[in-house]
């Protein structure tokens, strides 16, 4: 070669032998690569190729040599790495030709440094994904929705020139996928729940890194169908979507592998974050619309429950009164029937202020693992032999302080439900667990805290998205008319949220369903002594003011306190009882809790109070506990009552405010 030309040429040249050895180089290479004039001569050409890629240079130089020919490298998307005399790397375009030197076969390499090309190259790259992001930041501000995914998935499809996007979710409660948006050709993932897509990280938290998966190395439970014509250079590229603790889906990316570059990759991961961040805000609304619907249904239901309460005050006082002067059998076992519908409607009232978390509360600390025992001995012949009934609560599960019986009623609803889930029978699992709930996984149905969960787990029918979204609310079943009220789970939410806890369904149509109840730990809590039945005595000749503003209920109360043989008046409302205290002496108040405008019973006792201190106090209440904070130390019955019941109580709080040894009907002033 020309000595004048080859020192001429702008790029680097090298002339190696057979053997790799460098024979000559221009000055430019010298320079190039960091090394003095004159001391590349004799050097392999590996050394100046970093470390860890000289191995692999000698076989395709050696493949190279079997079949010599002019070749450009570095120019179709390859990176090429050149290695400075101190160690800096560097991109480089070589372009190789075969060459008779000295009579023997050499070959030449023209390089060139590609620093600057390179870095324009990703700029405009970046430029590009930038422009991208940005038009995927304009689409979550226009639509919502399909909408959303069906853009997303076309624009990702057209700037990658991908093969196929696609975007799948998991429903709340659904361990199995559902495609949302495809786009793109060459991809086929058939509609619908996709049972067999299983994406990695599914188990646990994995954020939205991109996984990549290289040519042929898919796993075939991701793709449900794929094109026979589908390349033998594509790669899959899965992001996980996360909604809260676990991944709620996938970003399923095909793409061509030089396709699939960090700038690729970085915009995936932007795309994926958003679309997770989507998913975490529109499942935080529809958590608080579902709750402010149960609060809604809840304060509809709780005030149902009252009204319901008067009306069965009136049915079994008018019957209690009516007992005595029934002097036949027919008529007595008539009495006893309505008797018993009015213990019917009770019930009824109390699942229905069990779900408005308006009922009276019992709590005390419970032995979970006691608990479950009698309950799998309670139910081992009752559930049938289909059904094989599993409980578990190891040693460390701290006691919870709740009301054993409504906790109690509570799981037996739930165990029921499960086995009507079971027609042909299955296996229930009751395991409970200790547990913390930090801030940032709590949310207004469950606060942060200490907790005792107890999962009811079936191998039932499972339930679809659409059912599951409506189990709590009341009346609402999906058995035949007559198997269910509808209340049974609603009682248990209500249950669980006045307790302190929570509760969270997960089911899947043919997989199951799994109810999670949380329940606060106990710390060191006393046990609440239980109501002591008191017996009844007559009056002493105290006077009771009766305040209710139910003319029906008031006649009721009357009538019961009469026969009681004490001296009585009544009036509808607070203001005209405060006037009456003030005018004539009494020794007893009994108020119903909810009197309509003005005063409550709770307030208009504490005025009494005011100026009669002596004064004993009873309130009545169709919601079995108080609204809110109680505002004084006040005693509740609850209706419907009976006779011997407010008799009773009646004449326990007088002898309290005014002891028998201190003289009868002392003045309350």
Not at 53 to 65: D, E, F, P, S
Not at 213 to 238: F, I, M, Q
Not at 483 to 499: I, K
Not at 529 to 554: F, K, M, N
Request: glycine share 10%; charged share 20%.
């Amino acid at each position: 070669m020309d000595p004048h030309l080859f020192e001429a040429v702008p790029d680097a040249l090298l002339i190696v032998d057979a053997d790799g050895h460098i024979v000559r180089a221009n000055t430019k290479a010298h320079a190039m690569f960091g090394h003095a004039p004159g001391t590349l001569e004799g050097q392999g050409v590996e050394s100046l190729l970093p470390a860890d890629l000289r191995q692999l240079h000698r076989g395709h130089r050696a493949r190279y040599l079997e079949d010599p020919h002019v070749r450009p490298m570095g120019t179709s998307g390859q990176v090429l790495v050149g290695q400075r005399g101190d160690g800096t790397r560097f991109p480089v375009e070589i372009a190789l030709s075969p060459l008779v030197h000295g009579g023997t076969p050499h070959v030449l390499a023209s390089i060139r440094d590609i620093t600057d090309t390179q870095r324009q190259r990703q700029a405009l790259a970046r430029a590009h994904y930038d422009a991208i992001a940005a038009q995927v930041g304009q689409l979550a501000i226009e639509l919502t929705g399909p909408g959303l995914f069906d853009a997303l998935a076309s624009l990702l499809a057209n700037a990658l020139g991908a093969k196929g996007v696609a975007i799948a979710l998991r429903p709340p409660g659904s361990e199995h996928m559902r495609i949302q948006a495809v786009a793109g050709h060459g991809w086929r993932i058939g509609g619908g729940e996709a049972d067999g897509l299983v994406l990695p990280g599914s188990a646990s938290a994995s954020g939205s890194t991109p996984v990549v998966y290289a040519p042929g190395d898919c796993p075939s439970t991701l793709l449900v169908d794929t094109d026979p014509g589908w390349p033998g250079d594509a790669c899959v590229v899965v992001v996980p979507l996360q909604a809260t603790e676990r991944v709620a889906g996938a970003l399923l990316v095909a793409a061509s592998a030089d396709r699939v570059d960090a700038d690729a990759l970085h915009l995936l991961h932007s795309t994926g974050s958003l679309l997770s961040t989507l998913l975490r805000q529109r499942r935080a609304e529809e958590a608080l619309a579902h709750a402010q619907r149960l609060d809604a249904l809840g304060q509809l239901t709780g005030g149902i429950a009252h009204d319901f309460n008067n009306l069965l005050t009136v049915l079994s006082g008018s019957l209690q009164l009516l007992r005595p002067h029934v002097h036949t059998e027919d008529a007595a076992d008539l009495i006893e029937s309505a008797m018993r519908s009015v213990d019917r409607g009770s019930q009824l009232t109390r699942k229905l202020l069990a779900f408005a978390r308006r009922q009276r509360l019992l709590p005390r600390a419970v032995d979970v693992g006691e608990l479950l025992d009698d309950l799998q001995r309670m139910l081992a012949r009752t559930l049938g032999e289909r059904i094989v009934l599993q409980t578990s609560a190891p040693d460390g599960v701290p006691p919870i302080f709740v009301d054993p019986g409504q906790v109690e009623a509570a799981l037996l609803n739930l165990v029921f439900n499960a086995r009507d889930a079971m027609a042909m029978g299955g296996t229930i699992d009751i395991a409970a667990s200790a547990l913390d709930v930090p801030q940032e996984h709590a949310d207004d149905d469950l606060p942060p805290g200490r907790y005792v969960r107890i999962n009811v787990a079936d191998t039932g029918l499972g339930m679809p998205p659409d059912t599951l979204a409506r189990a709590m609310e009341p009346f609402f079943t999906t058995k035949d008319a007559g198997r269910g009220s509808g209340l049974g789970l609603s009682m248990v939410y209500g249950f669980a949220r006045q307790s302190g806890g929570g509760l969270r369904i997960e089911s899947t149509p043919g997989h199951g369903t799994r109810v999670s109840l949380y329940l606060p730990v106990a710390r060191g809590e006393v046990e609440l002594p239980t109501e002591r039945a008191t017996p009844v005595a007559l009056s002493r000749g105290e006077r009771v003011l009766v305040v209710e503003d139910d003319a029906d209920v008031r006649r009721i109360a009357i009538a019961f306190l009469r026969s009681g043989g004490y001296d009585v008046r009544a009036v509808p409302d607070s203001e005209t009882a405060l006037a009456m205290l003030r005018a004539e002496r009494f020794e007893l108040l009994f108020s119903d809790v909810m009197l309509g405008p003005g005063m409550d019973g709770q307030a208009m006792a504490l005025a009494a109070q005011d100026t009669h201190p002596r004064i004993a106090v009873l309130l009545a209440t169709g919601y079995e506990a108080p609204l809110g904070e109680a505002p004084g130390p006040f005693e509740l019955i609850s209706k419907p009552y009976e006779r011997d019941a407010l008799l009773a109580r009646v004449r326990a709080l007088l002898d309290a405010a005014h002891p028998p040894n201190a003289g009868n009907a002392q003045d309350p002033l």
